[in-house]
């Protein structure tokens, strides 16, 4: 029956061209919308270390004196020096790893090449393994090698490409401010989406193309970049960034259970109170640990406004839908004269909003189908603007199978309300009437 | 083949009750062509889609072909129309976009028969109502005469053990109905149970017996004729 039903409803959608693609129009302007701005909406938001990003969290202390100390005040976003090192050193954590992001000149040993400034991340060693970077070509360095500052780097498969062709790099030398780094790893493409590591960069920036030892590339001076807040006579003097009273580092830990997680909070906050009690730290002792996706929600990553323009594309989308339930009614009802022919002829009740049901279903598909191409050309016009984020509007293969699910679900959904009607109308009284 | 004992059907709103049948009683044996008539309002039509199950009664018994029917659910109810009964319309109710040969073709397709068997059986109805070459057109290319045949094709198609007409010649002009009830008497003659609706004296003779219905009542007409002023209206 189901190819009868099919050959019904193409027929009855051809005979009513005019309504079929008001249907058609309403679903695809409806789907268009939404998953434009569902795309864009599950492309910021979207987790950067699926199954992986219950497990890596945010330490955050409030170092700062008491000026302006207010009770409740929202933490520093980054911490110091001495505190990364302190806690790195503890090992309290599976992995931990403290970072912060810089920009050098890069370019390979051969004199004639010139130098091109690529964009950096001076880390530790677990950094790596801590976020689950893909090599394409050797790996990451070890503790040994961040304590004994080595002059090592990893880069990213784009800028293999560029300096070495795309080969097997390692163990090669690349340059960086003028300083000879030995490649031991690289890269596959990898650009997680949001820059969750170090929003200071940008929330939807590119990923960096060297990563280098954190020691080493304070031994090196290479350039950093990324915010900075000082207090007292903190001045964010780049020689003296280590002791001073600044926050200029990112630090990330991975604890592989809830007991760990609340442990290592523990820890920090004892590690709070030992540092008041030393009189590093002035405020009361205030600490936070914040999971990957409690971090990016607390920094607000998704913007506002991608959040309201979804909300109205999915209002947008509920109007599109009630009016093809009542287009939807209008064109099931005029045909309960020949429904109910079909009644008398040996149509049951449930064949009857089958056939209907199935006349709903492909306006879904058609209208699911125009829908992805407007959504296709939303998405077009989002890359246009000038937001950081927009290069990342693209369509994936989920958000494909969610656009043409969505249209045949809702439509199957519009159609149930005039199905259930027009195949519970009495036929004695169509047949009479006629 | 089709029984009716005290059978009612009430048709009730929020303040009146209106008696469609009262009391009908009807007894049609397999192979009679009966003939129902009386004058319009008198409850024929609802006898009808009663007997076709397209409407259900309120009190009485109905036994159709041995069944009682009137416990059956909605797929039941489907099945036994699209498998025992043929229905014959005034308004022929053909499907305007199904050319000839798909407009017979639909209580098959609800049949479930196979693509084979229903061309088979459908060709055969059509040769049967002398519309064969007309498989391919569509009511709108059809006389009214033409169209009553597809209808009958139909009707036919699935081999029913009930014809149910409802004044099959009402829209017709004298030729062409007279063209519809040789049909009709031919299929009689070659077994068919034949139960038609008709307010039309002469078409009403060419049965082999006439029930006639008043106010909702199978009526003798040997006896005096009675005659109601009122309608058969109860207030509740």
Same mark, same amino acid.
Not at chain 1, 215 to 230: F, V, Y
Not at chain 2, 109 to 121: F, L, N, P, S
Not at chain 2, 179 to 197: D, K, N, S, Y
Not at chain 2, 212 to 232: K, T
């Given at each position: 029956?189901?190819?009868?039903?099919?050959?019904?409803?193409?027929?009855?959608?051809?005979?009513?061209?005019?309504?079929?693609?008001?249907?058609?129009?309403?679903?695809?302007?409806?789907?268009?919308?939404?998953?434009?701005?569902?795309?864009?909406?599950?492309?910021?938001?979207?987790?950067?270390?699926?199954?992986?990003?219950?497990?890596?969290?945010?330490?955050?202390?409030?170092?700062?004196?008491?000026?302006?100390?207010?009770?409740?005040?929202?933490?520093?976003?980054?911490?110091?020096?001495?505190?990364?090192?302190?806690?790195?050193?503890?090992?309290?954590?599976?992995?931990?790893?403290?970072?912060?992001?810089?920009?050098?000149?890069?370019?390979?040993?051969?004199?004639?090449?010139?130098?091109?400034?690529?964009?950096?991340?001076?880390?530790?060693?677990?950094?790596?393994?801590?976020?689950?970077?893909?090599?394409?070509?050797?790996?990451?360095?070890?503790?040994?090698?961040?304590?004994?500052?080595?002059?090592?780097?990893?880069?990213?498969? &784009?800028?293999?490409?560029?300096?070495?062709?795309?080969?097997?790099?390692?163990?090669?030398?690349?340059?960086?401010?003028?300083?000879?780094?030995?490649?031991?790893?690289?890269?596959?493409?990898?650009?997680?989406?949001?820059?969750?590591?170090?929003?200071?960069?940008?929330?939807?920036?590119?990923? &960096?193309?060297?990563?280098?030892?954190?020691?080493?590339?304070?031994?090196?001076?290479?350039?950093?970049?990324?915010?900075?807040?000082?207090?007292?006579?903190?001045?964010? &003097?780049?020689?003296?960034?280590?002791?001073?009273?600044?926050?200029?580092?990112?630090?990330?830990?991975?604890?592989?259970?809830?007991?760990?997680?609340?442990?290592?909070?523990?820890?920090?906050?004892?590690?709070?109170?030992?540092?008041?009690?030393?009189?590093?730290?002035?405020?009361?002792?205030?600490?936070?640990?914040?999971?990957?996706?409690?971090?990016?929600?607390?920094?607000?990553?998704?913007?506002?406004?991608?959040?309201?323009?979804?909300?109205?594309?999915?209002?947008?989308?509920?109007?599109?839908?009630?009016?093809?339930?009542?287009?939807?009614?209008?064109?099931?009802?005029?045909?309960?004269?020949?429904?109910?022919?079909?009644?008398?002829?040996?149509?049951?009740?449930?064949?009857?909003?089958?056939?209907?049901?199935?006349?709903?279903?492909?306006?879904?598909?058609?209208?699911?189908?125009?829908?992805?191409?407007?959504?296709?050309?939303?998405?077009?016009?989002?890359?246009?603007?000038?937001?950081?984020?927009?290069?990342?509007?693209?369509?994936?293969?989920?958000?494909?199978?969610?656009?043409?699910?969505?249209?045949?679900?809702?439509?199957?959904?519009?159609?149930?309300?005039?199905?259930?009607?027009?195949?519970?109308?009495?036929?004695?009284?169509?047949?009479?009437?006629? | 083949?089709?029984?009716?004992?005290?059978?009612?059907?009430?048709?009730?709103?929020?303040?009146?009750?209106?008696?469609?049948?009262?009391?009908?009683?009807?007894?049609?044996?397999?192979?009679?062509?009966?003939?129902?008539?009386?004058?319009?309002?008198?409850?024929? #039509? #609802?006898?009808?889609?009663?007997?076709?199950?397209?409407?259900?009664?309120?009190?009485?018994?109905?036994?159709?072909?041995? =069944?009682?029917?009137?416990?059956?659910?909605?797929?039941?109810?489907?099945? *036994?129309?699209?498998?025992? *009964?043929?229905?014959?319309?005034?308004?022929?109710?053909? *499907?305007?976009?199904?050319? =000839?040969?798909?407009?017979?073709?639909?209580?098959?397709?609800?049949?479930?028969?196979?693509?084979?068997?229903?061309?088979?059986?459908?060709?055969?109805?059509?040769?049967?109502?002398?519309?064969?070459?007309?498989?391919?057109?569509?009511?709108?290319?059809?006389?009214?005469?033409?169209?009553?045949?597809?209808?009958?094709?139909?009707?036919?198609?699935?081999?029913?053990?009930?014809?149910?007409?409802?004044?099959?010649?009402?829209?017709?002009?004298?030729?062409?109905?007279?063209?519809?009830?040789?049909?009709?008497?031919?299929?009689?003659?070659?077994?068919?149970? *034949?139960?038609? =609706?008709?307010?039309?004296?002469?078409?009403?003779?060419?049965?082999?017996?006439?029930?006639?219905?008043?106010?909702?009542?199978?009526?003798?007409?040997?006896?005096?004729?009675?005659?109601?002023?009122?309608?058969?209206?109860?207030?509740?």
């Amino acid at each position: 029956m189901f190819g009868y039903y099919m050959e019904l409803a193409l027929r009855s959608l051809k005979r009513s061209r005019a309504l079929t693609a008001l249907m058609i129009l309403a679903i695809a302007l409806g789907i268009g919308a939404c998953m434009t701005t569902l795309t864009v909406l599950h492309v910021l938001s979207g987790d950067p270390l699926p199954g992986r990003s219950a497990t890596v969290f945010y330490p955050q202390l409030d170092p700062r004196d008491m000026t302006d100390y207010e009770p409740g005040t929202d933490l520093p976003d980054q911490i110091t020096w001495v505190d990364g090192m302190n806690l790195l050193r503890s090992h309290r954590a599976d992995r931990q790893a403290l970072m912060v992001g810089g920009q050098v000149a890069t370019q390979t040993t051969d004199e004639h090449t010139d130098p091109f400034f690529t964009q950096a991340r001076y880390t530790t060693a677990d950094f790596f393994p801590m976020f689950d970077t893909p090599f394409r070509y050797g790996q990451g360095w070890s503790s040994a090698e961040d304590d004994a500052r080595s002059r090592v780097a990893v880069i990213s498969s &784009e800028l293999n490409d560029r300096l070495f062709n795309g080969q097997d790099s390692t163990g090669r030398t690349v340059r960086a401010d003028g300083n000879d780094l030995r490649v031991i790893g690289v890269l596959k493409h990898w650009r997680p989406v949001p820059h969750f590591f170090d929003l200071n960069m940008g929330n939807y920036s590119g990923s &960096e193309d060297i990563y280098v030892p954190l020691g080493t590339a304070r031994d090196l001076h290479l350039a950093r970049m990324g915010g900075i807040s000082c207090w007292g006579k903190g001045s964010g &003097e780049e020689s003296k960034m280590e002791t001073a009273q600044c926050t200029w580092l990112q630090f990330w830990v991975q604890l592989d259970s809830p007991a760990k997680a609340s442990a290592y909070l523990d820890f920090l906050t004892h590690y709070a109170q030992e540092q008041k009690a030393a009189g590093r730290f002035e405020r009361p002792a205030n600490v936070r640990m914040l999971d990957l996706m409690g971090w990016m929600n607390d920094q607000k990553v998704v913007p506002g406004d991608v959040r309201l323009q979804a909300w109205l594309a999915l209002g947008f989308f509920a109007v599109c839908l009630i009016n093809t339930i009542g287009l939807m009614l209008a064109k099931f009802m005029r045909r309960s004269g020949e429904l109910s022919v079909r009644r008398a002829l040996g149509a049951s009740r449930g064949s009857v909003f089958m056939q209907l049901l199935m006349e709903a279903g492909m306006v879904g598909v058609v209208g699911g189908l125009a829908g992805l191409f407007l959504a296709w050309f939303g998405l077009w016009l989002v890359r246009l603007q000038p937001a950081m984020y927009a290069q990342l509007a693209h369509l994936d293969v989920p958000m494909l199978c969610l656009t043409i699910a969505l249209a045949i679900g809702a439509t199957l959904l519009a159609g149930v309300l005039p199905a259930w009607r027009a195949c519970h109308v009495a036929p004695a009284l169509q047949l009479k009437s006629q | 083949m089709l029984k009716m004992t005290h059978l009612a059907k009430v048709y009730r709103t929020e303040v009146v009750e209106t008696y469609a049948l009262r009391d009908f009683n009807i007894d049609v044996k397999e192979g009679e062509f009966v003939a129902v008539t009386g004058p319009s309002g008198s409850g024929k #039509t #609802t006898f009808l889609t009663i007997a076709g199950l397209l409407e259900t009664f309120t009190g009485g018994q109905y036994h159709l072909d041995g =069944v009682e029917v009137s416990q059956l659910d909605d797929n039941a109810r489907s099945r *036994i129309r699209n498998e025992k *009964i043929g229905f014959i319309f005034q308004a022929f109710n053909l *499907i305007p976009d199904l050319n =000839v040969f798909d407009n017979v073709e639909v209580p098959l397709r609800y049949r479930g028969m196979k693509a084979a068997e229903r061309k088979q059986r459908i060709m055969d109805a059509l040769e049967r109502v002398g519309l064969a070459s007309r498989a391919k057109h569509y009511p709108a290319e059809l006389s009214g005469g033409q169209q009553q045949r597809v209808a009958i094709a139909r009707a036919l198609a699935g081999s029913p053990r009930l014809l149910l007409a409802d004044e099959p010649t009402g829209n017709l002009d004298t030729q062409m109905a007279r063209g519809v009830m040789e049909l009709l008497e031919e299929i009689h003659r070659e077994g068919a149970t *034949i139960v038609m =609706v008709t307010h039309d004296p002469e078409l009403a003779a060419r049965a082999q017996r006439n029930v006639h219905v008043i106010d909702g009542q199978v009526v003798d007409l040997s006896e005096e004729p009675r005659f109601h002023a009122q309608p058969n209206v109860a207030h509740s």
